[in-house]
């Protein structure tokens, strides 16, 4: 299974952004997808996941901001991240239980 990420990029306090990963190589439909982030010097840290039958749970530090979804028939699930603080930047990543990872996708909120 392989996890390819993207939507990051650089945006000021308060923005928005919609992040999304790609799944190949399994059997999507039967996996719960968990977005982490890794900020400089910290450990990788859960921010949401969602099941395979779309129950959805989230860090604190996130709810009520990041949304997560998935659409089975493109085999993609989603981080939509609103009202996004500084201390969200962090490199993100999508996996579903596998030991491989993917590159990731870099989030940088700064003004």
């Known amino acids: 299974v392989q996890f390819g990420e993207s939507g990051g990029g650089l945006v000021q306090p308060g923005g928005s952004l919609r992040l999304s990963c790609v799944v190949s190589?399994?059997?999507?439909?039967?996996?719960?997808m968990v977005w982490y982030r890794q900020a400089p010097g910290k450990k990788r840290e859960s921010v949401a996941s969602?099941?395979?039958?779309?129950?959805?749970n989230y860090v604190d530090s996130v709810k009520g901001r990041f949304t997560i979804s998935r659409d089975n028939a493109q085999n993609t699930v989603y981080l939509q991240m609103n009202s996004l603080k500084p201390e969200d930047t962090a490199v993100y990543y999508c996996?579903?239980?596998?030991?491989?990872w993917g590159q990731g996708t870099q989030v940088t909120v700064s003004s």
């Open positions: 190589g399994g059997i999507f439909s039967a996996y719960s």
């Open positions: 996996n579903g239980g596998f030991a491989t």
């Open positions: 969602i099941s395979k039958d779309g129950n959805t």
